[in-house]
Every structure is written in structure tokens, then in C-alpha cells.
């Protein structure tokens, strides 16, 4: 089973993901709401592939992007943006986020998304 | 020259091994030959096997053979003494399987005690002695083309984003920089999508435009393509092949280096092999013809079983003791009755085998590039109807390389990969073997069999009536060919219907279906054995019949309400809302019997090939193990018997005929 961490800073969003993923077969086996306790987090559980929302208190996804790809070269993570965010999502392809889901999104989306991400090398 | 065939057991075994070893060469040639260069193994394996021939032949006085298989031995003596040596493997290995099939086809005729080629093999001696010269002196070293293994070939790539997904630009700079991986100078259109934003509309509009060069099959491409988030759909081509290839004939180092790992590998592969063939020392050889009369002992042994147990003097008499022994007597036999079974199933492996030479050959002919691929392979199936497999199968794999499949430009254009694929594929269902032979080819073309069909006037019905199915399967029927092209492989038209007389000859069944563009496949049904089947005795008359249970759906009594009479006085039965058609076996063979109403006898509804009919029977007498018998010679010499495919005695010591389902459901009705 796929494992995944979902990282934002809104319950209702951490909540919604994780509800669209388990109905699919992933395993949301852990959860954070800033850049800082999804670090923790990813060291503790080592998922494969983590989910990060760009916009968070503190510390921002991108921010945490790029240490999780410090401490793990080959970690898989996926950006969840609002509109709008060009420069944000660009920066976050180019410090190695493999793909990035625009918010409001369809449930799909997701599920494809990290399913096709999860499958590839 | 040697002495007739006629069962001398010296030459018998002279024949037997000299096949398995030329059978045994041309499997090692057919192995090493994509590997360019011949493994230690491999020389050493030829050199023993030549060695081998040489001897027997000389033993036998086949001198001519003998010196054939010298001439060989000497080649790759040369080629095990200097290991450095240069050579051109992919000429030896013609060289070497013209040689193996000079003496395969003189031991054959050695076996059918035909006129010998004497003088055949002098030519083949000149040109292994013209190779062996050209090695000595460096002349015919591999052309360096080692890097054909890896053959990199241009590709356009279109892909289309998911409506909705918004910064198509950003995604697109992704995917290149995670395909950069798997691919060569790659290059894309809109450029400069990570700086300008506008892209991103153009991309969804038009798509993005990738061309770039790789080494990987188009499936492999298409895959990796797909696992793309958000890619919807691509439009992969491939562009010019030529060009290509003549740029990579440059070998470069690290190309070199791989293909020496391969060929390390393929040693491991080879060593481990040899290992497996010593192991296998417990296996013995039969002849075949023990086997055969084991089995007819085994058959003999059944009925005299039934003999004895039903025998009417025992008749009324309270035998516990005797029952229970004779139970035991039952049990022993039918575990018997399994093993000498087992004993004649042959897996289809070495069946298989063969075929590669034939796609090897007719691949090297005729410009396409075939993979051949086996599901299955170790599905057993009795040693006599493998014999009769061969053939049709070879008839299948030329029919699908020859016609199936299309040239490498125009599977290309129609989207495939240049390669195609046959596939054989063999797996039991109860006590039936099924064998497919499948190829992703161009498919049977309706409207030209049709068109064909109405030529030769073999419509059997009128052509609204007909269903894919019939049409696709009118292939089968004699002297059909919709190829105007003769070829040196088929094309004679006197193929399919070659195959469907072989299997219908061991009982079986071929059927064949076809998509337009996406291949055909072959169907044949076969039993796992004609031997001993479980059937059940029915009487007409003072007359027994056997039915194999296999065809059997249901028997029952018919009602009186149930029974349709059409007006041509065509008898019918409704069962469960459908209507079957009623072959009464003693009108059918004017047979005596009081039981002349339908109401008074019994109904055995038989299904072939997904039809049905019922048959009207006096009575049913029991389930039963029968020994199929074929007609006594004189028999059949003397009338046709129709409908009968063999028989049996039965326990009691009356003669059974066994009836043909096939022509149950096919004979006019009387």
C-alpha cells in the first residue's frame, strides 16, 4: 500500500485529502500542519510520497520542499497550490517537487496524480 | 552405406540421437546467435555435438555425413583453440544450421529408406572451409555494428494536458526534466516554458511538441510518457529509422562495455544450464511403442476388470468380501490406468521450440522483425497428438509472420511497434487442451474472404445469415487462400485447411478470431487424450452405444406437450423455452427396437462447438470408463462407417460403438 503524508496548515484541507486518498487505497499514515512538523514527520515515517500545500504559517511547502529533498534526494513530493501561484509552483518544480495539484481540484486529481508518481521511478 | 531401416536397433538409435543432437544444435545456434559472439559454452557444445555425429556417422558408414560434421568440428576447433580470434558469428551460425539441416533431412531419409544425397554435402564442406580460411587470415571478423544492440531511433512526441490543470508551462518543464532521464537530445516546442507564462495557453491549445532519440521500444516510451501527471493523451511517433541507425554504428566505449556484461551473463545463463543437464540423469527414454502397448495392456486390464466384476455368473449372489476386494482391484487400476497417462504426456515445449527457427528464417526473409513469445509452454498433452501438432502449428506461425503481420513501416504508421508479435499459448480446461496461436498483425479481412468465398462457391449460407465467426472461419475450408501471393513460405492455400484436417483428426477443434487491425487468433481444441475416455452407454435396439460424458449436457424423458413437429415433419423438443433439433438413432441407422415413441425412450442432449441436439435413445445402461478402439482394419476397408468414432467392448463382453459427436450434430437427419 502506498503510503503518503499529508502536509497543511487547514484541518478541513488535511481532512479532505486524506478522506479522498483512504477511499482510493493509499495509506495516510501520517499528517502536519507546518513546514517544520512535516520535516519531523517525513524523518519519523518515511512515507513514499508526500503531499505539501505551498501557503503555511512559519514555515512555508517550499521551504520544507527543499530540506525533505536535502535529507532524502529521491523523496516524492507533490505541491497543492491555489490559483494564481505561478511563481511559487515554479520555484517548487525547480527545487524538485515532481508534480503539483491546483486547488480546487477534483478528487481524481489526487488520486491519479500520486498513484502515477507513486508507480514511477 | 548403411543397411535398410527396418528396425535395426544400432541405426534406430543412430537416427533417434543423431536427431536429438542437430535438434539440440540448432536450439544452441538459435540462442547465441543475437549475442553476436559465441560463449565458451556454446563452441564447446557444437564442438561436442559435431564430434558426436562424426562418429555415429562413420560408425554407420555414412562417410559423407561423417566428413560434413568433420569440416564443422574442425571450424569451431579453430574458434575454442584461438579464443581472441575474430570472427563473424552471425555467418557461421548459416553456415552451421545449412549443415544441421543437410544431415537432418539425410537421416530422414536414412529413416524412410529414401534415395541419399550423397554428393550434397561437398558444397557445404568448400564453404566452411572457405570461413575457416577467411578466419585464419582476419578477413571475416563481426561487422562493427556491436552497438545494433542498442539501436536509437527519433521520436515526435505530442502531449496533451488534462482540461483543468492549469499551468501547463511549469508541468511541462517537469516532465522534461524528469523524461531527460530516459531519453537523448531532446528538444520541445513552445520553447522557454518555465519563463513565460503565456505558454502555458499555448500548450493546451496545440499541445507540447517533444521530438528527442532513445533506445526504448514505443511501448516503453508510451508507458513512461502516460505516467505523467495530468497527461491525458500523447501522440507518439516514431520518425525516420534509417537515418538512425547509420548515425549509431559509432560504437561507443560504454556500449562496449555493456555488451561484454551481456555476454557475462549469457555465460552464467549457459553454465547454469549445463548444470540442469546433468541433474537430469534420472530420466530415462522409451521407445514409444512400449508405451503404446503398455497402454492397450492397461485398456485390456479395464475391461477384464469389468468383465470379471459384472460377470453374470455372480449374478444374485451376497458377495461382501468379493465387493470390497474388487473395490480395491478398481482402485489400483485407475491409479495405473493415471500413471501410464502421465508417462505419454510430453510437455509442449520442444513443440514450441521449433517455431523459432521458422520465425528466425522467414523474419531474416522477409524484412519484419518478429517476436515470438510462448504462455504456457509446459502444458502437457499426449505424446501421440503432439505429433500431430507440429505441423499445424508451423502452419499457423508462417501463416501469422507471412500474412499477420505487417512490414515494420506500416505497423509504425498504424501505431504499433515495429516489431511484431506472435504469441503461443497453451493451458488445460478439463479434459481439453486449448492451444492459441496469436498475432497482433493487420486481422483477416472480411469483405476480400467473402469476396473469395463467393468465388470458389463455397458459401455454405447466405451471407446476411452469417456472423464474423462463420465468416472468419470459412479459412478453414479446402482450397482457401486469399493471398495472391505465393510465397516461399505459404500462400498456397492449402494451409488451413491442412490444420484443421490435422486436428480434426486427433478429435479436436479449431476455431478463429479476428479484429481488423489488431490481430488474429487461432483457437485449437484438443483432448488431453483418445485413449480411455468416460463415457456413457446408451441402447438401441440389441445395439450399445457409447457417448463421451465430455458431450453430454442432460438426459431426460420427454413429455408428450414438449415435442414440436415443423412442417416438413421435423421432429423437435422445447426445453426450457429453447428448441433442439431430434436425431432418432434407430431411424438414423434402420435399427430394430419396440421403442419407437419419443415418450417411451430417452433424450441425451449432446453439445458440440456451442450447438446442441438431442439424440433419442431406447435406454441409458451406465456411466463408464471405455477404451477407444479404433475400426478393425477390415472394417473400414470394406464400407464407410459414418459416425462412429471408434469402439469399445463393455463390461459383459458386447462391442460398443463409440458415436461422433461431430457428425451428430452435422448428419442429415432421417
Known amino acids: 500500500m502506498i503510503s503518503v503524508l499529508v502536509v497543511d496548515d487547514a484541518a478541513f484541507m488535511r481532512l479532505a485529502i486524506k478522506n479522498v486518498l483512504e477511499k482510493s487505497g493509499f495509506k495516510v499514515i501520517a499528517d502536519a500542519k507546518n513546514g517544520q512538523e512535516g520535516i519531523e514527520k517525513f524523518l519519523e515515517f518515511q512515507p513514499d510520497i508526500v503531499t505539501m500545500d505551498i501557503t503555511m504559517p512559519d514555515m512555508t511547502g517550499i521551504e520544507a520542499l527543499k530540506k525533505i529533498r536535502e535529507i532524502d534526494p529521491a523523496a516524492k513530493v507533490v505541491m497543492i497550490s491555489a490559483m494564481g501561484q505561478e511563481r511559487m509552483v515554479k520555484e517548487a518544480i525547480l527545487s524538485g517537487a515532481k508534480s503539483f495539484i491546483v486547488k480546487p481540484y477534483k478528487e481524481e486529481h489526487i488520486t491519479q496524480t500520486l498513484m502515477k508518481i507513486a508507480t514511477s521511478k | ?670
Open chain 2, 1 to 670: 552405406m548403411g543397411e535398410q531401416y527396418n528396425g535395426d536397433s544400432l541405426l534406430e538409435m543412430f537416427v533417434f540421437e543423431t536427431t536429438q543432437n542437430t535438434e539440440q544444435l540448432e536450439k544452441i545456434i538459435l540462442e547465441t546467435e543475437n549475442e553476436r559472439h559465441f560463449s565458451d559454452s556454446a563452441i564447446n557444445e557444437i564442438f561436442r555435438i559435431m564430434h558426436t555425429i562424426k562418429g555415429s556417422a562413420a560408425m554407420m558408414s555414412y562417410s559423407y555425413i561423417a566428413s560434413l560434421a568433420h569440416k564443422a568440428e574442425d571450424l569451431f576447433f579453430f574458434i575454442r583453440e584461438n579464443s581472441s580470434i575474430e570472427y563473424n558469428s552471425s555467418l557461421i551460425s548459416d553456415l552451421i544450421l545449412l549443415c544441421m539441416d543437410f544431415i537432418s533431412s539425410e537421416v530422414n531419409k536414412i529413416k524412410e529408406n529414401t534415395e541419399l544425397d550423397i554428393n550434397g554435402a561437398d558444397e557445404i564442406i568448400i564453404q566452411i572451409e572457405k570461413c575457416l580460411e577467411d578466419i585464419k587470415v582476419g578477413k571475416n571478423s563481426n561487422p562493427k555494428e556491436i552497438s545494433n544492440n542498442l539501436p536509437s531511433y527519433s521520436f515526435k512526441a505530442i502531449l496533451y494536458y488534462e482540461e483543468g490543470c492549469e499551468m501547463e508551462n511549469i508541468r511541462a518543464y517537469s516532465f522534461i526534466r524528469d523524461f531527460e532521464e530516459y531519453v537523448q537530445n531532446i528538444s520541445y516546442n513552445p520553447e522557454g516554458i518555465i519563463d513565460n507564462d503565456d505558454t502555458a495557453f499555448e500548450i493546451r491549445k496545440n499541445g507540447f511538441l517533444v521530438f528527442f532519440d532513445s533506445n526504448k521500444s514505443y511501448n516503453e516510451l508510451n508507458d513512461i510518457i502516460m505516467q505523467t501527471p495530468f497527461i491525458k493523451d500523447i501522440d507518439l511517433t516514431l520518425l525516420d529509422i534509417e537515418k538512425c541507425s547509420h548515425e549509431c554504428t559509432d560504437i561507443k566505449p560504454e556500449d562496449k562495455k555493456d555488451v561484454k556484461n551481456v555476454l557475462i551473463q549469457n555465460e552464467e545463463i549457459h553454465n547454469n544450464k549445463a548444470e540442469n543437464h546433468q541433474s537430469a540423469q534420472s530420466i530415462i527414454s522409451i521407445n514409444v511403442s512400449k508405451l503404446d502397448k503398455l497402454m492397450n495392456l492397461i485398456g485390456e486390464v479395464v475391461i477384464a476388470e469389468s468383465m470379471v466384476v459384472e460377470n453374470p455368473d455372480l449374478k444374485g449372489l451376497e458377495l461382501q468380501s468379493f465387493r470390497r476386494e474388487a473395490l480395491q482391484l478398481h482402485k489400483i487400476i485407475v491409479e495405473m490406468q493415471d500413471m501410464v497417462m502421465s508417462m505419454r504426456l510430453v510437455p509442449l515445449t520442444t513443440t514450441f521450440q521449433k517455431m523459432h527457427r521458422i520465425v528466425r528464417d522467414m523474419s531474416k526473409k522477409l524484412g519484419k522483425e518478429v517476436m515470438l513469445e510462448f504462455i504456457g509452454e509446459e502444458t502437457e498433452v499426449d505424446k501421440n497428438i503432439i505429433e500431430h501438432l507440429s505441423n499445424p502449428l508451423l502452419h499457423l506461425v508462417r501463416n501469422s509472420i507471412d500474412h499477420g503481420l505487417e512490414m515494420p513501416e506500416e505497423r509504425i504508421t498504424a501505431g504499433k511497434s515495429p516489431e511484431g508479435k506472435v504469441t503461443l499459448e497453451a493451458y488445460n480446461s478439463g479434459s481439453n487442451v486449448f492451444i492459441l496461436a496469436k498475432d497482433d498483425g493487420r486481422g483477416l479481412n472480411k469483405e476480400k474472404i467473402l469476396a473469395k468465398a463467393k468465388k470458389n462457391n463455397i458459401l455454405f449460407k447466405p451471407e446476411s445469415e452469417m456472423t464474423d465467426r462463420d465468416i472468419y472461419n470459412m479459412i478453414f475450408m479446402p482450397g482457401f487462400s486469399t493471398n495472391e501471393n505465393v510465397s516461399e513460405f505459404s500462400g498456397r492455400g492449402v494451409g488451413m485447411d491442412v490444420v484443421m484436417q490435422n486436428i480434426l483428426s486427433i478429435g479436436g477443434a479449431v476455431t478463429v478470431d479476428s479484429i481488423e487491425r489488431q490481430g488474429t487468433t487461432v483457437t485449437m481444441k484438443i483432448p488431453l487424450t483418445v485413449a480411455i475416455i468416460d463415457g456413457m452407454n446408451i441402447s438401441v435396439g440389441d445395439r450399445h452405444f457409447t457417448i463421451p460424458i465430455t458431450a453430454i449436457r442432460e438426459s431426460f424423458k420427454p413429455k408428450k406437450n414438449d415435442i414440436i413437429c415443423d412442417t416438413d415433419g421435423n421432429l423437435m423438443i422445447m426445453v426450457r423455452g429453447e428448441c433442439y433439433a431430434i436425431i432418432k438413432l434407430h431411424q438414423q441407422w434402420d435399427i430394430e427396437t419396440e421403442i419407437q415413441e419419443l415418450t417411451d425412450g430417452i433424450l441425451i442432449m449432446i453439445e458440440q462447438d456451442e450447438r446442441r441436439r438431442c439424440v433419442f435413445a431406447d435406454t441409458l445402461i451406465g456411466q463408464q470408463q471405455v477404451v477407444v478402439k479404433s475400426m478393425p482394419d477390415f472394417i473400414r476397408r470394406t464400407r464407410m462407417v459414418e459416425g462412429v468414432a471408434g469402439c469399445t467392448l463393455l463390461g459383459n463382453g458386447s462391442i460398443s460403438l463409440i458415436l461422433d459427436t461431430g457428425w451428430l450434430m452435422n448428419a442429415e437427419i432421417k
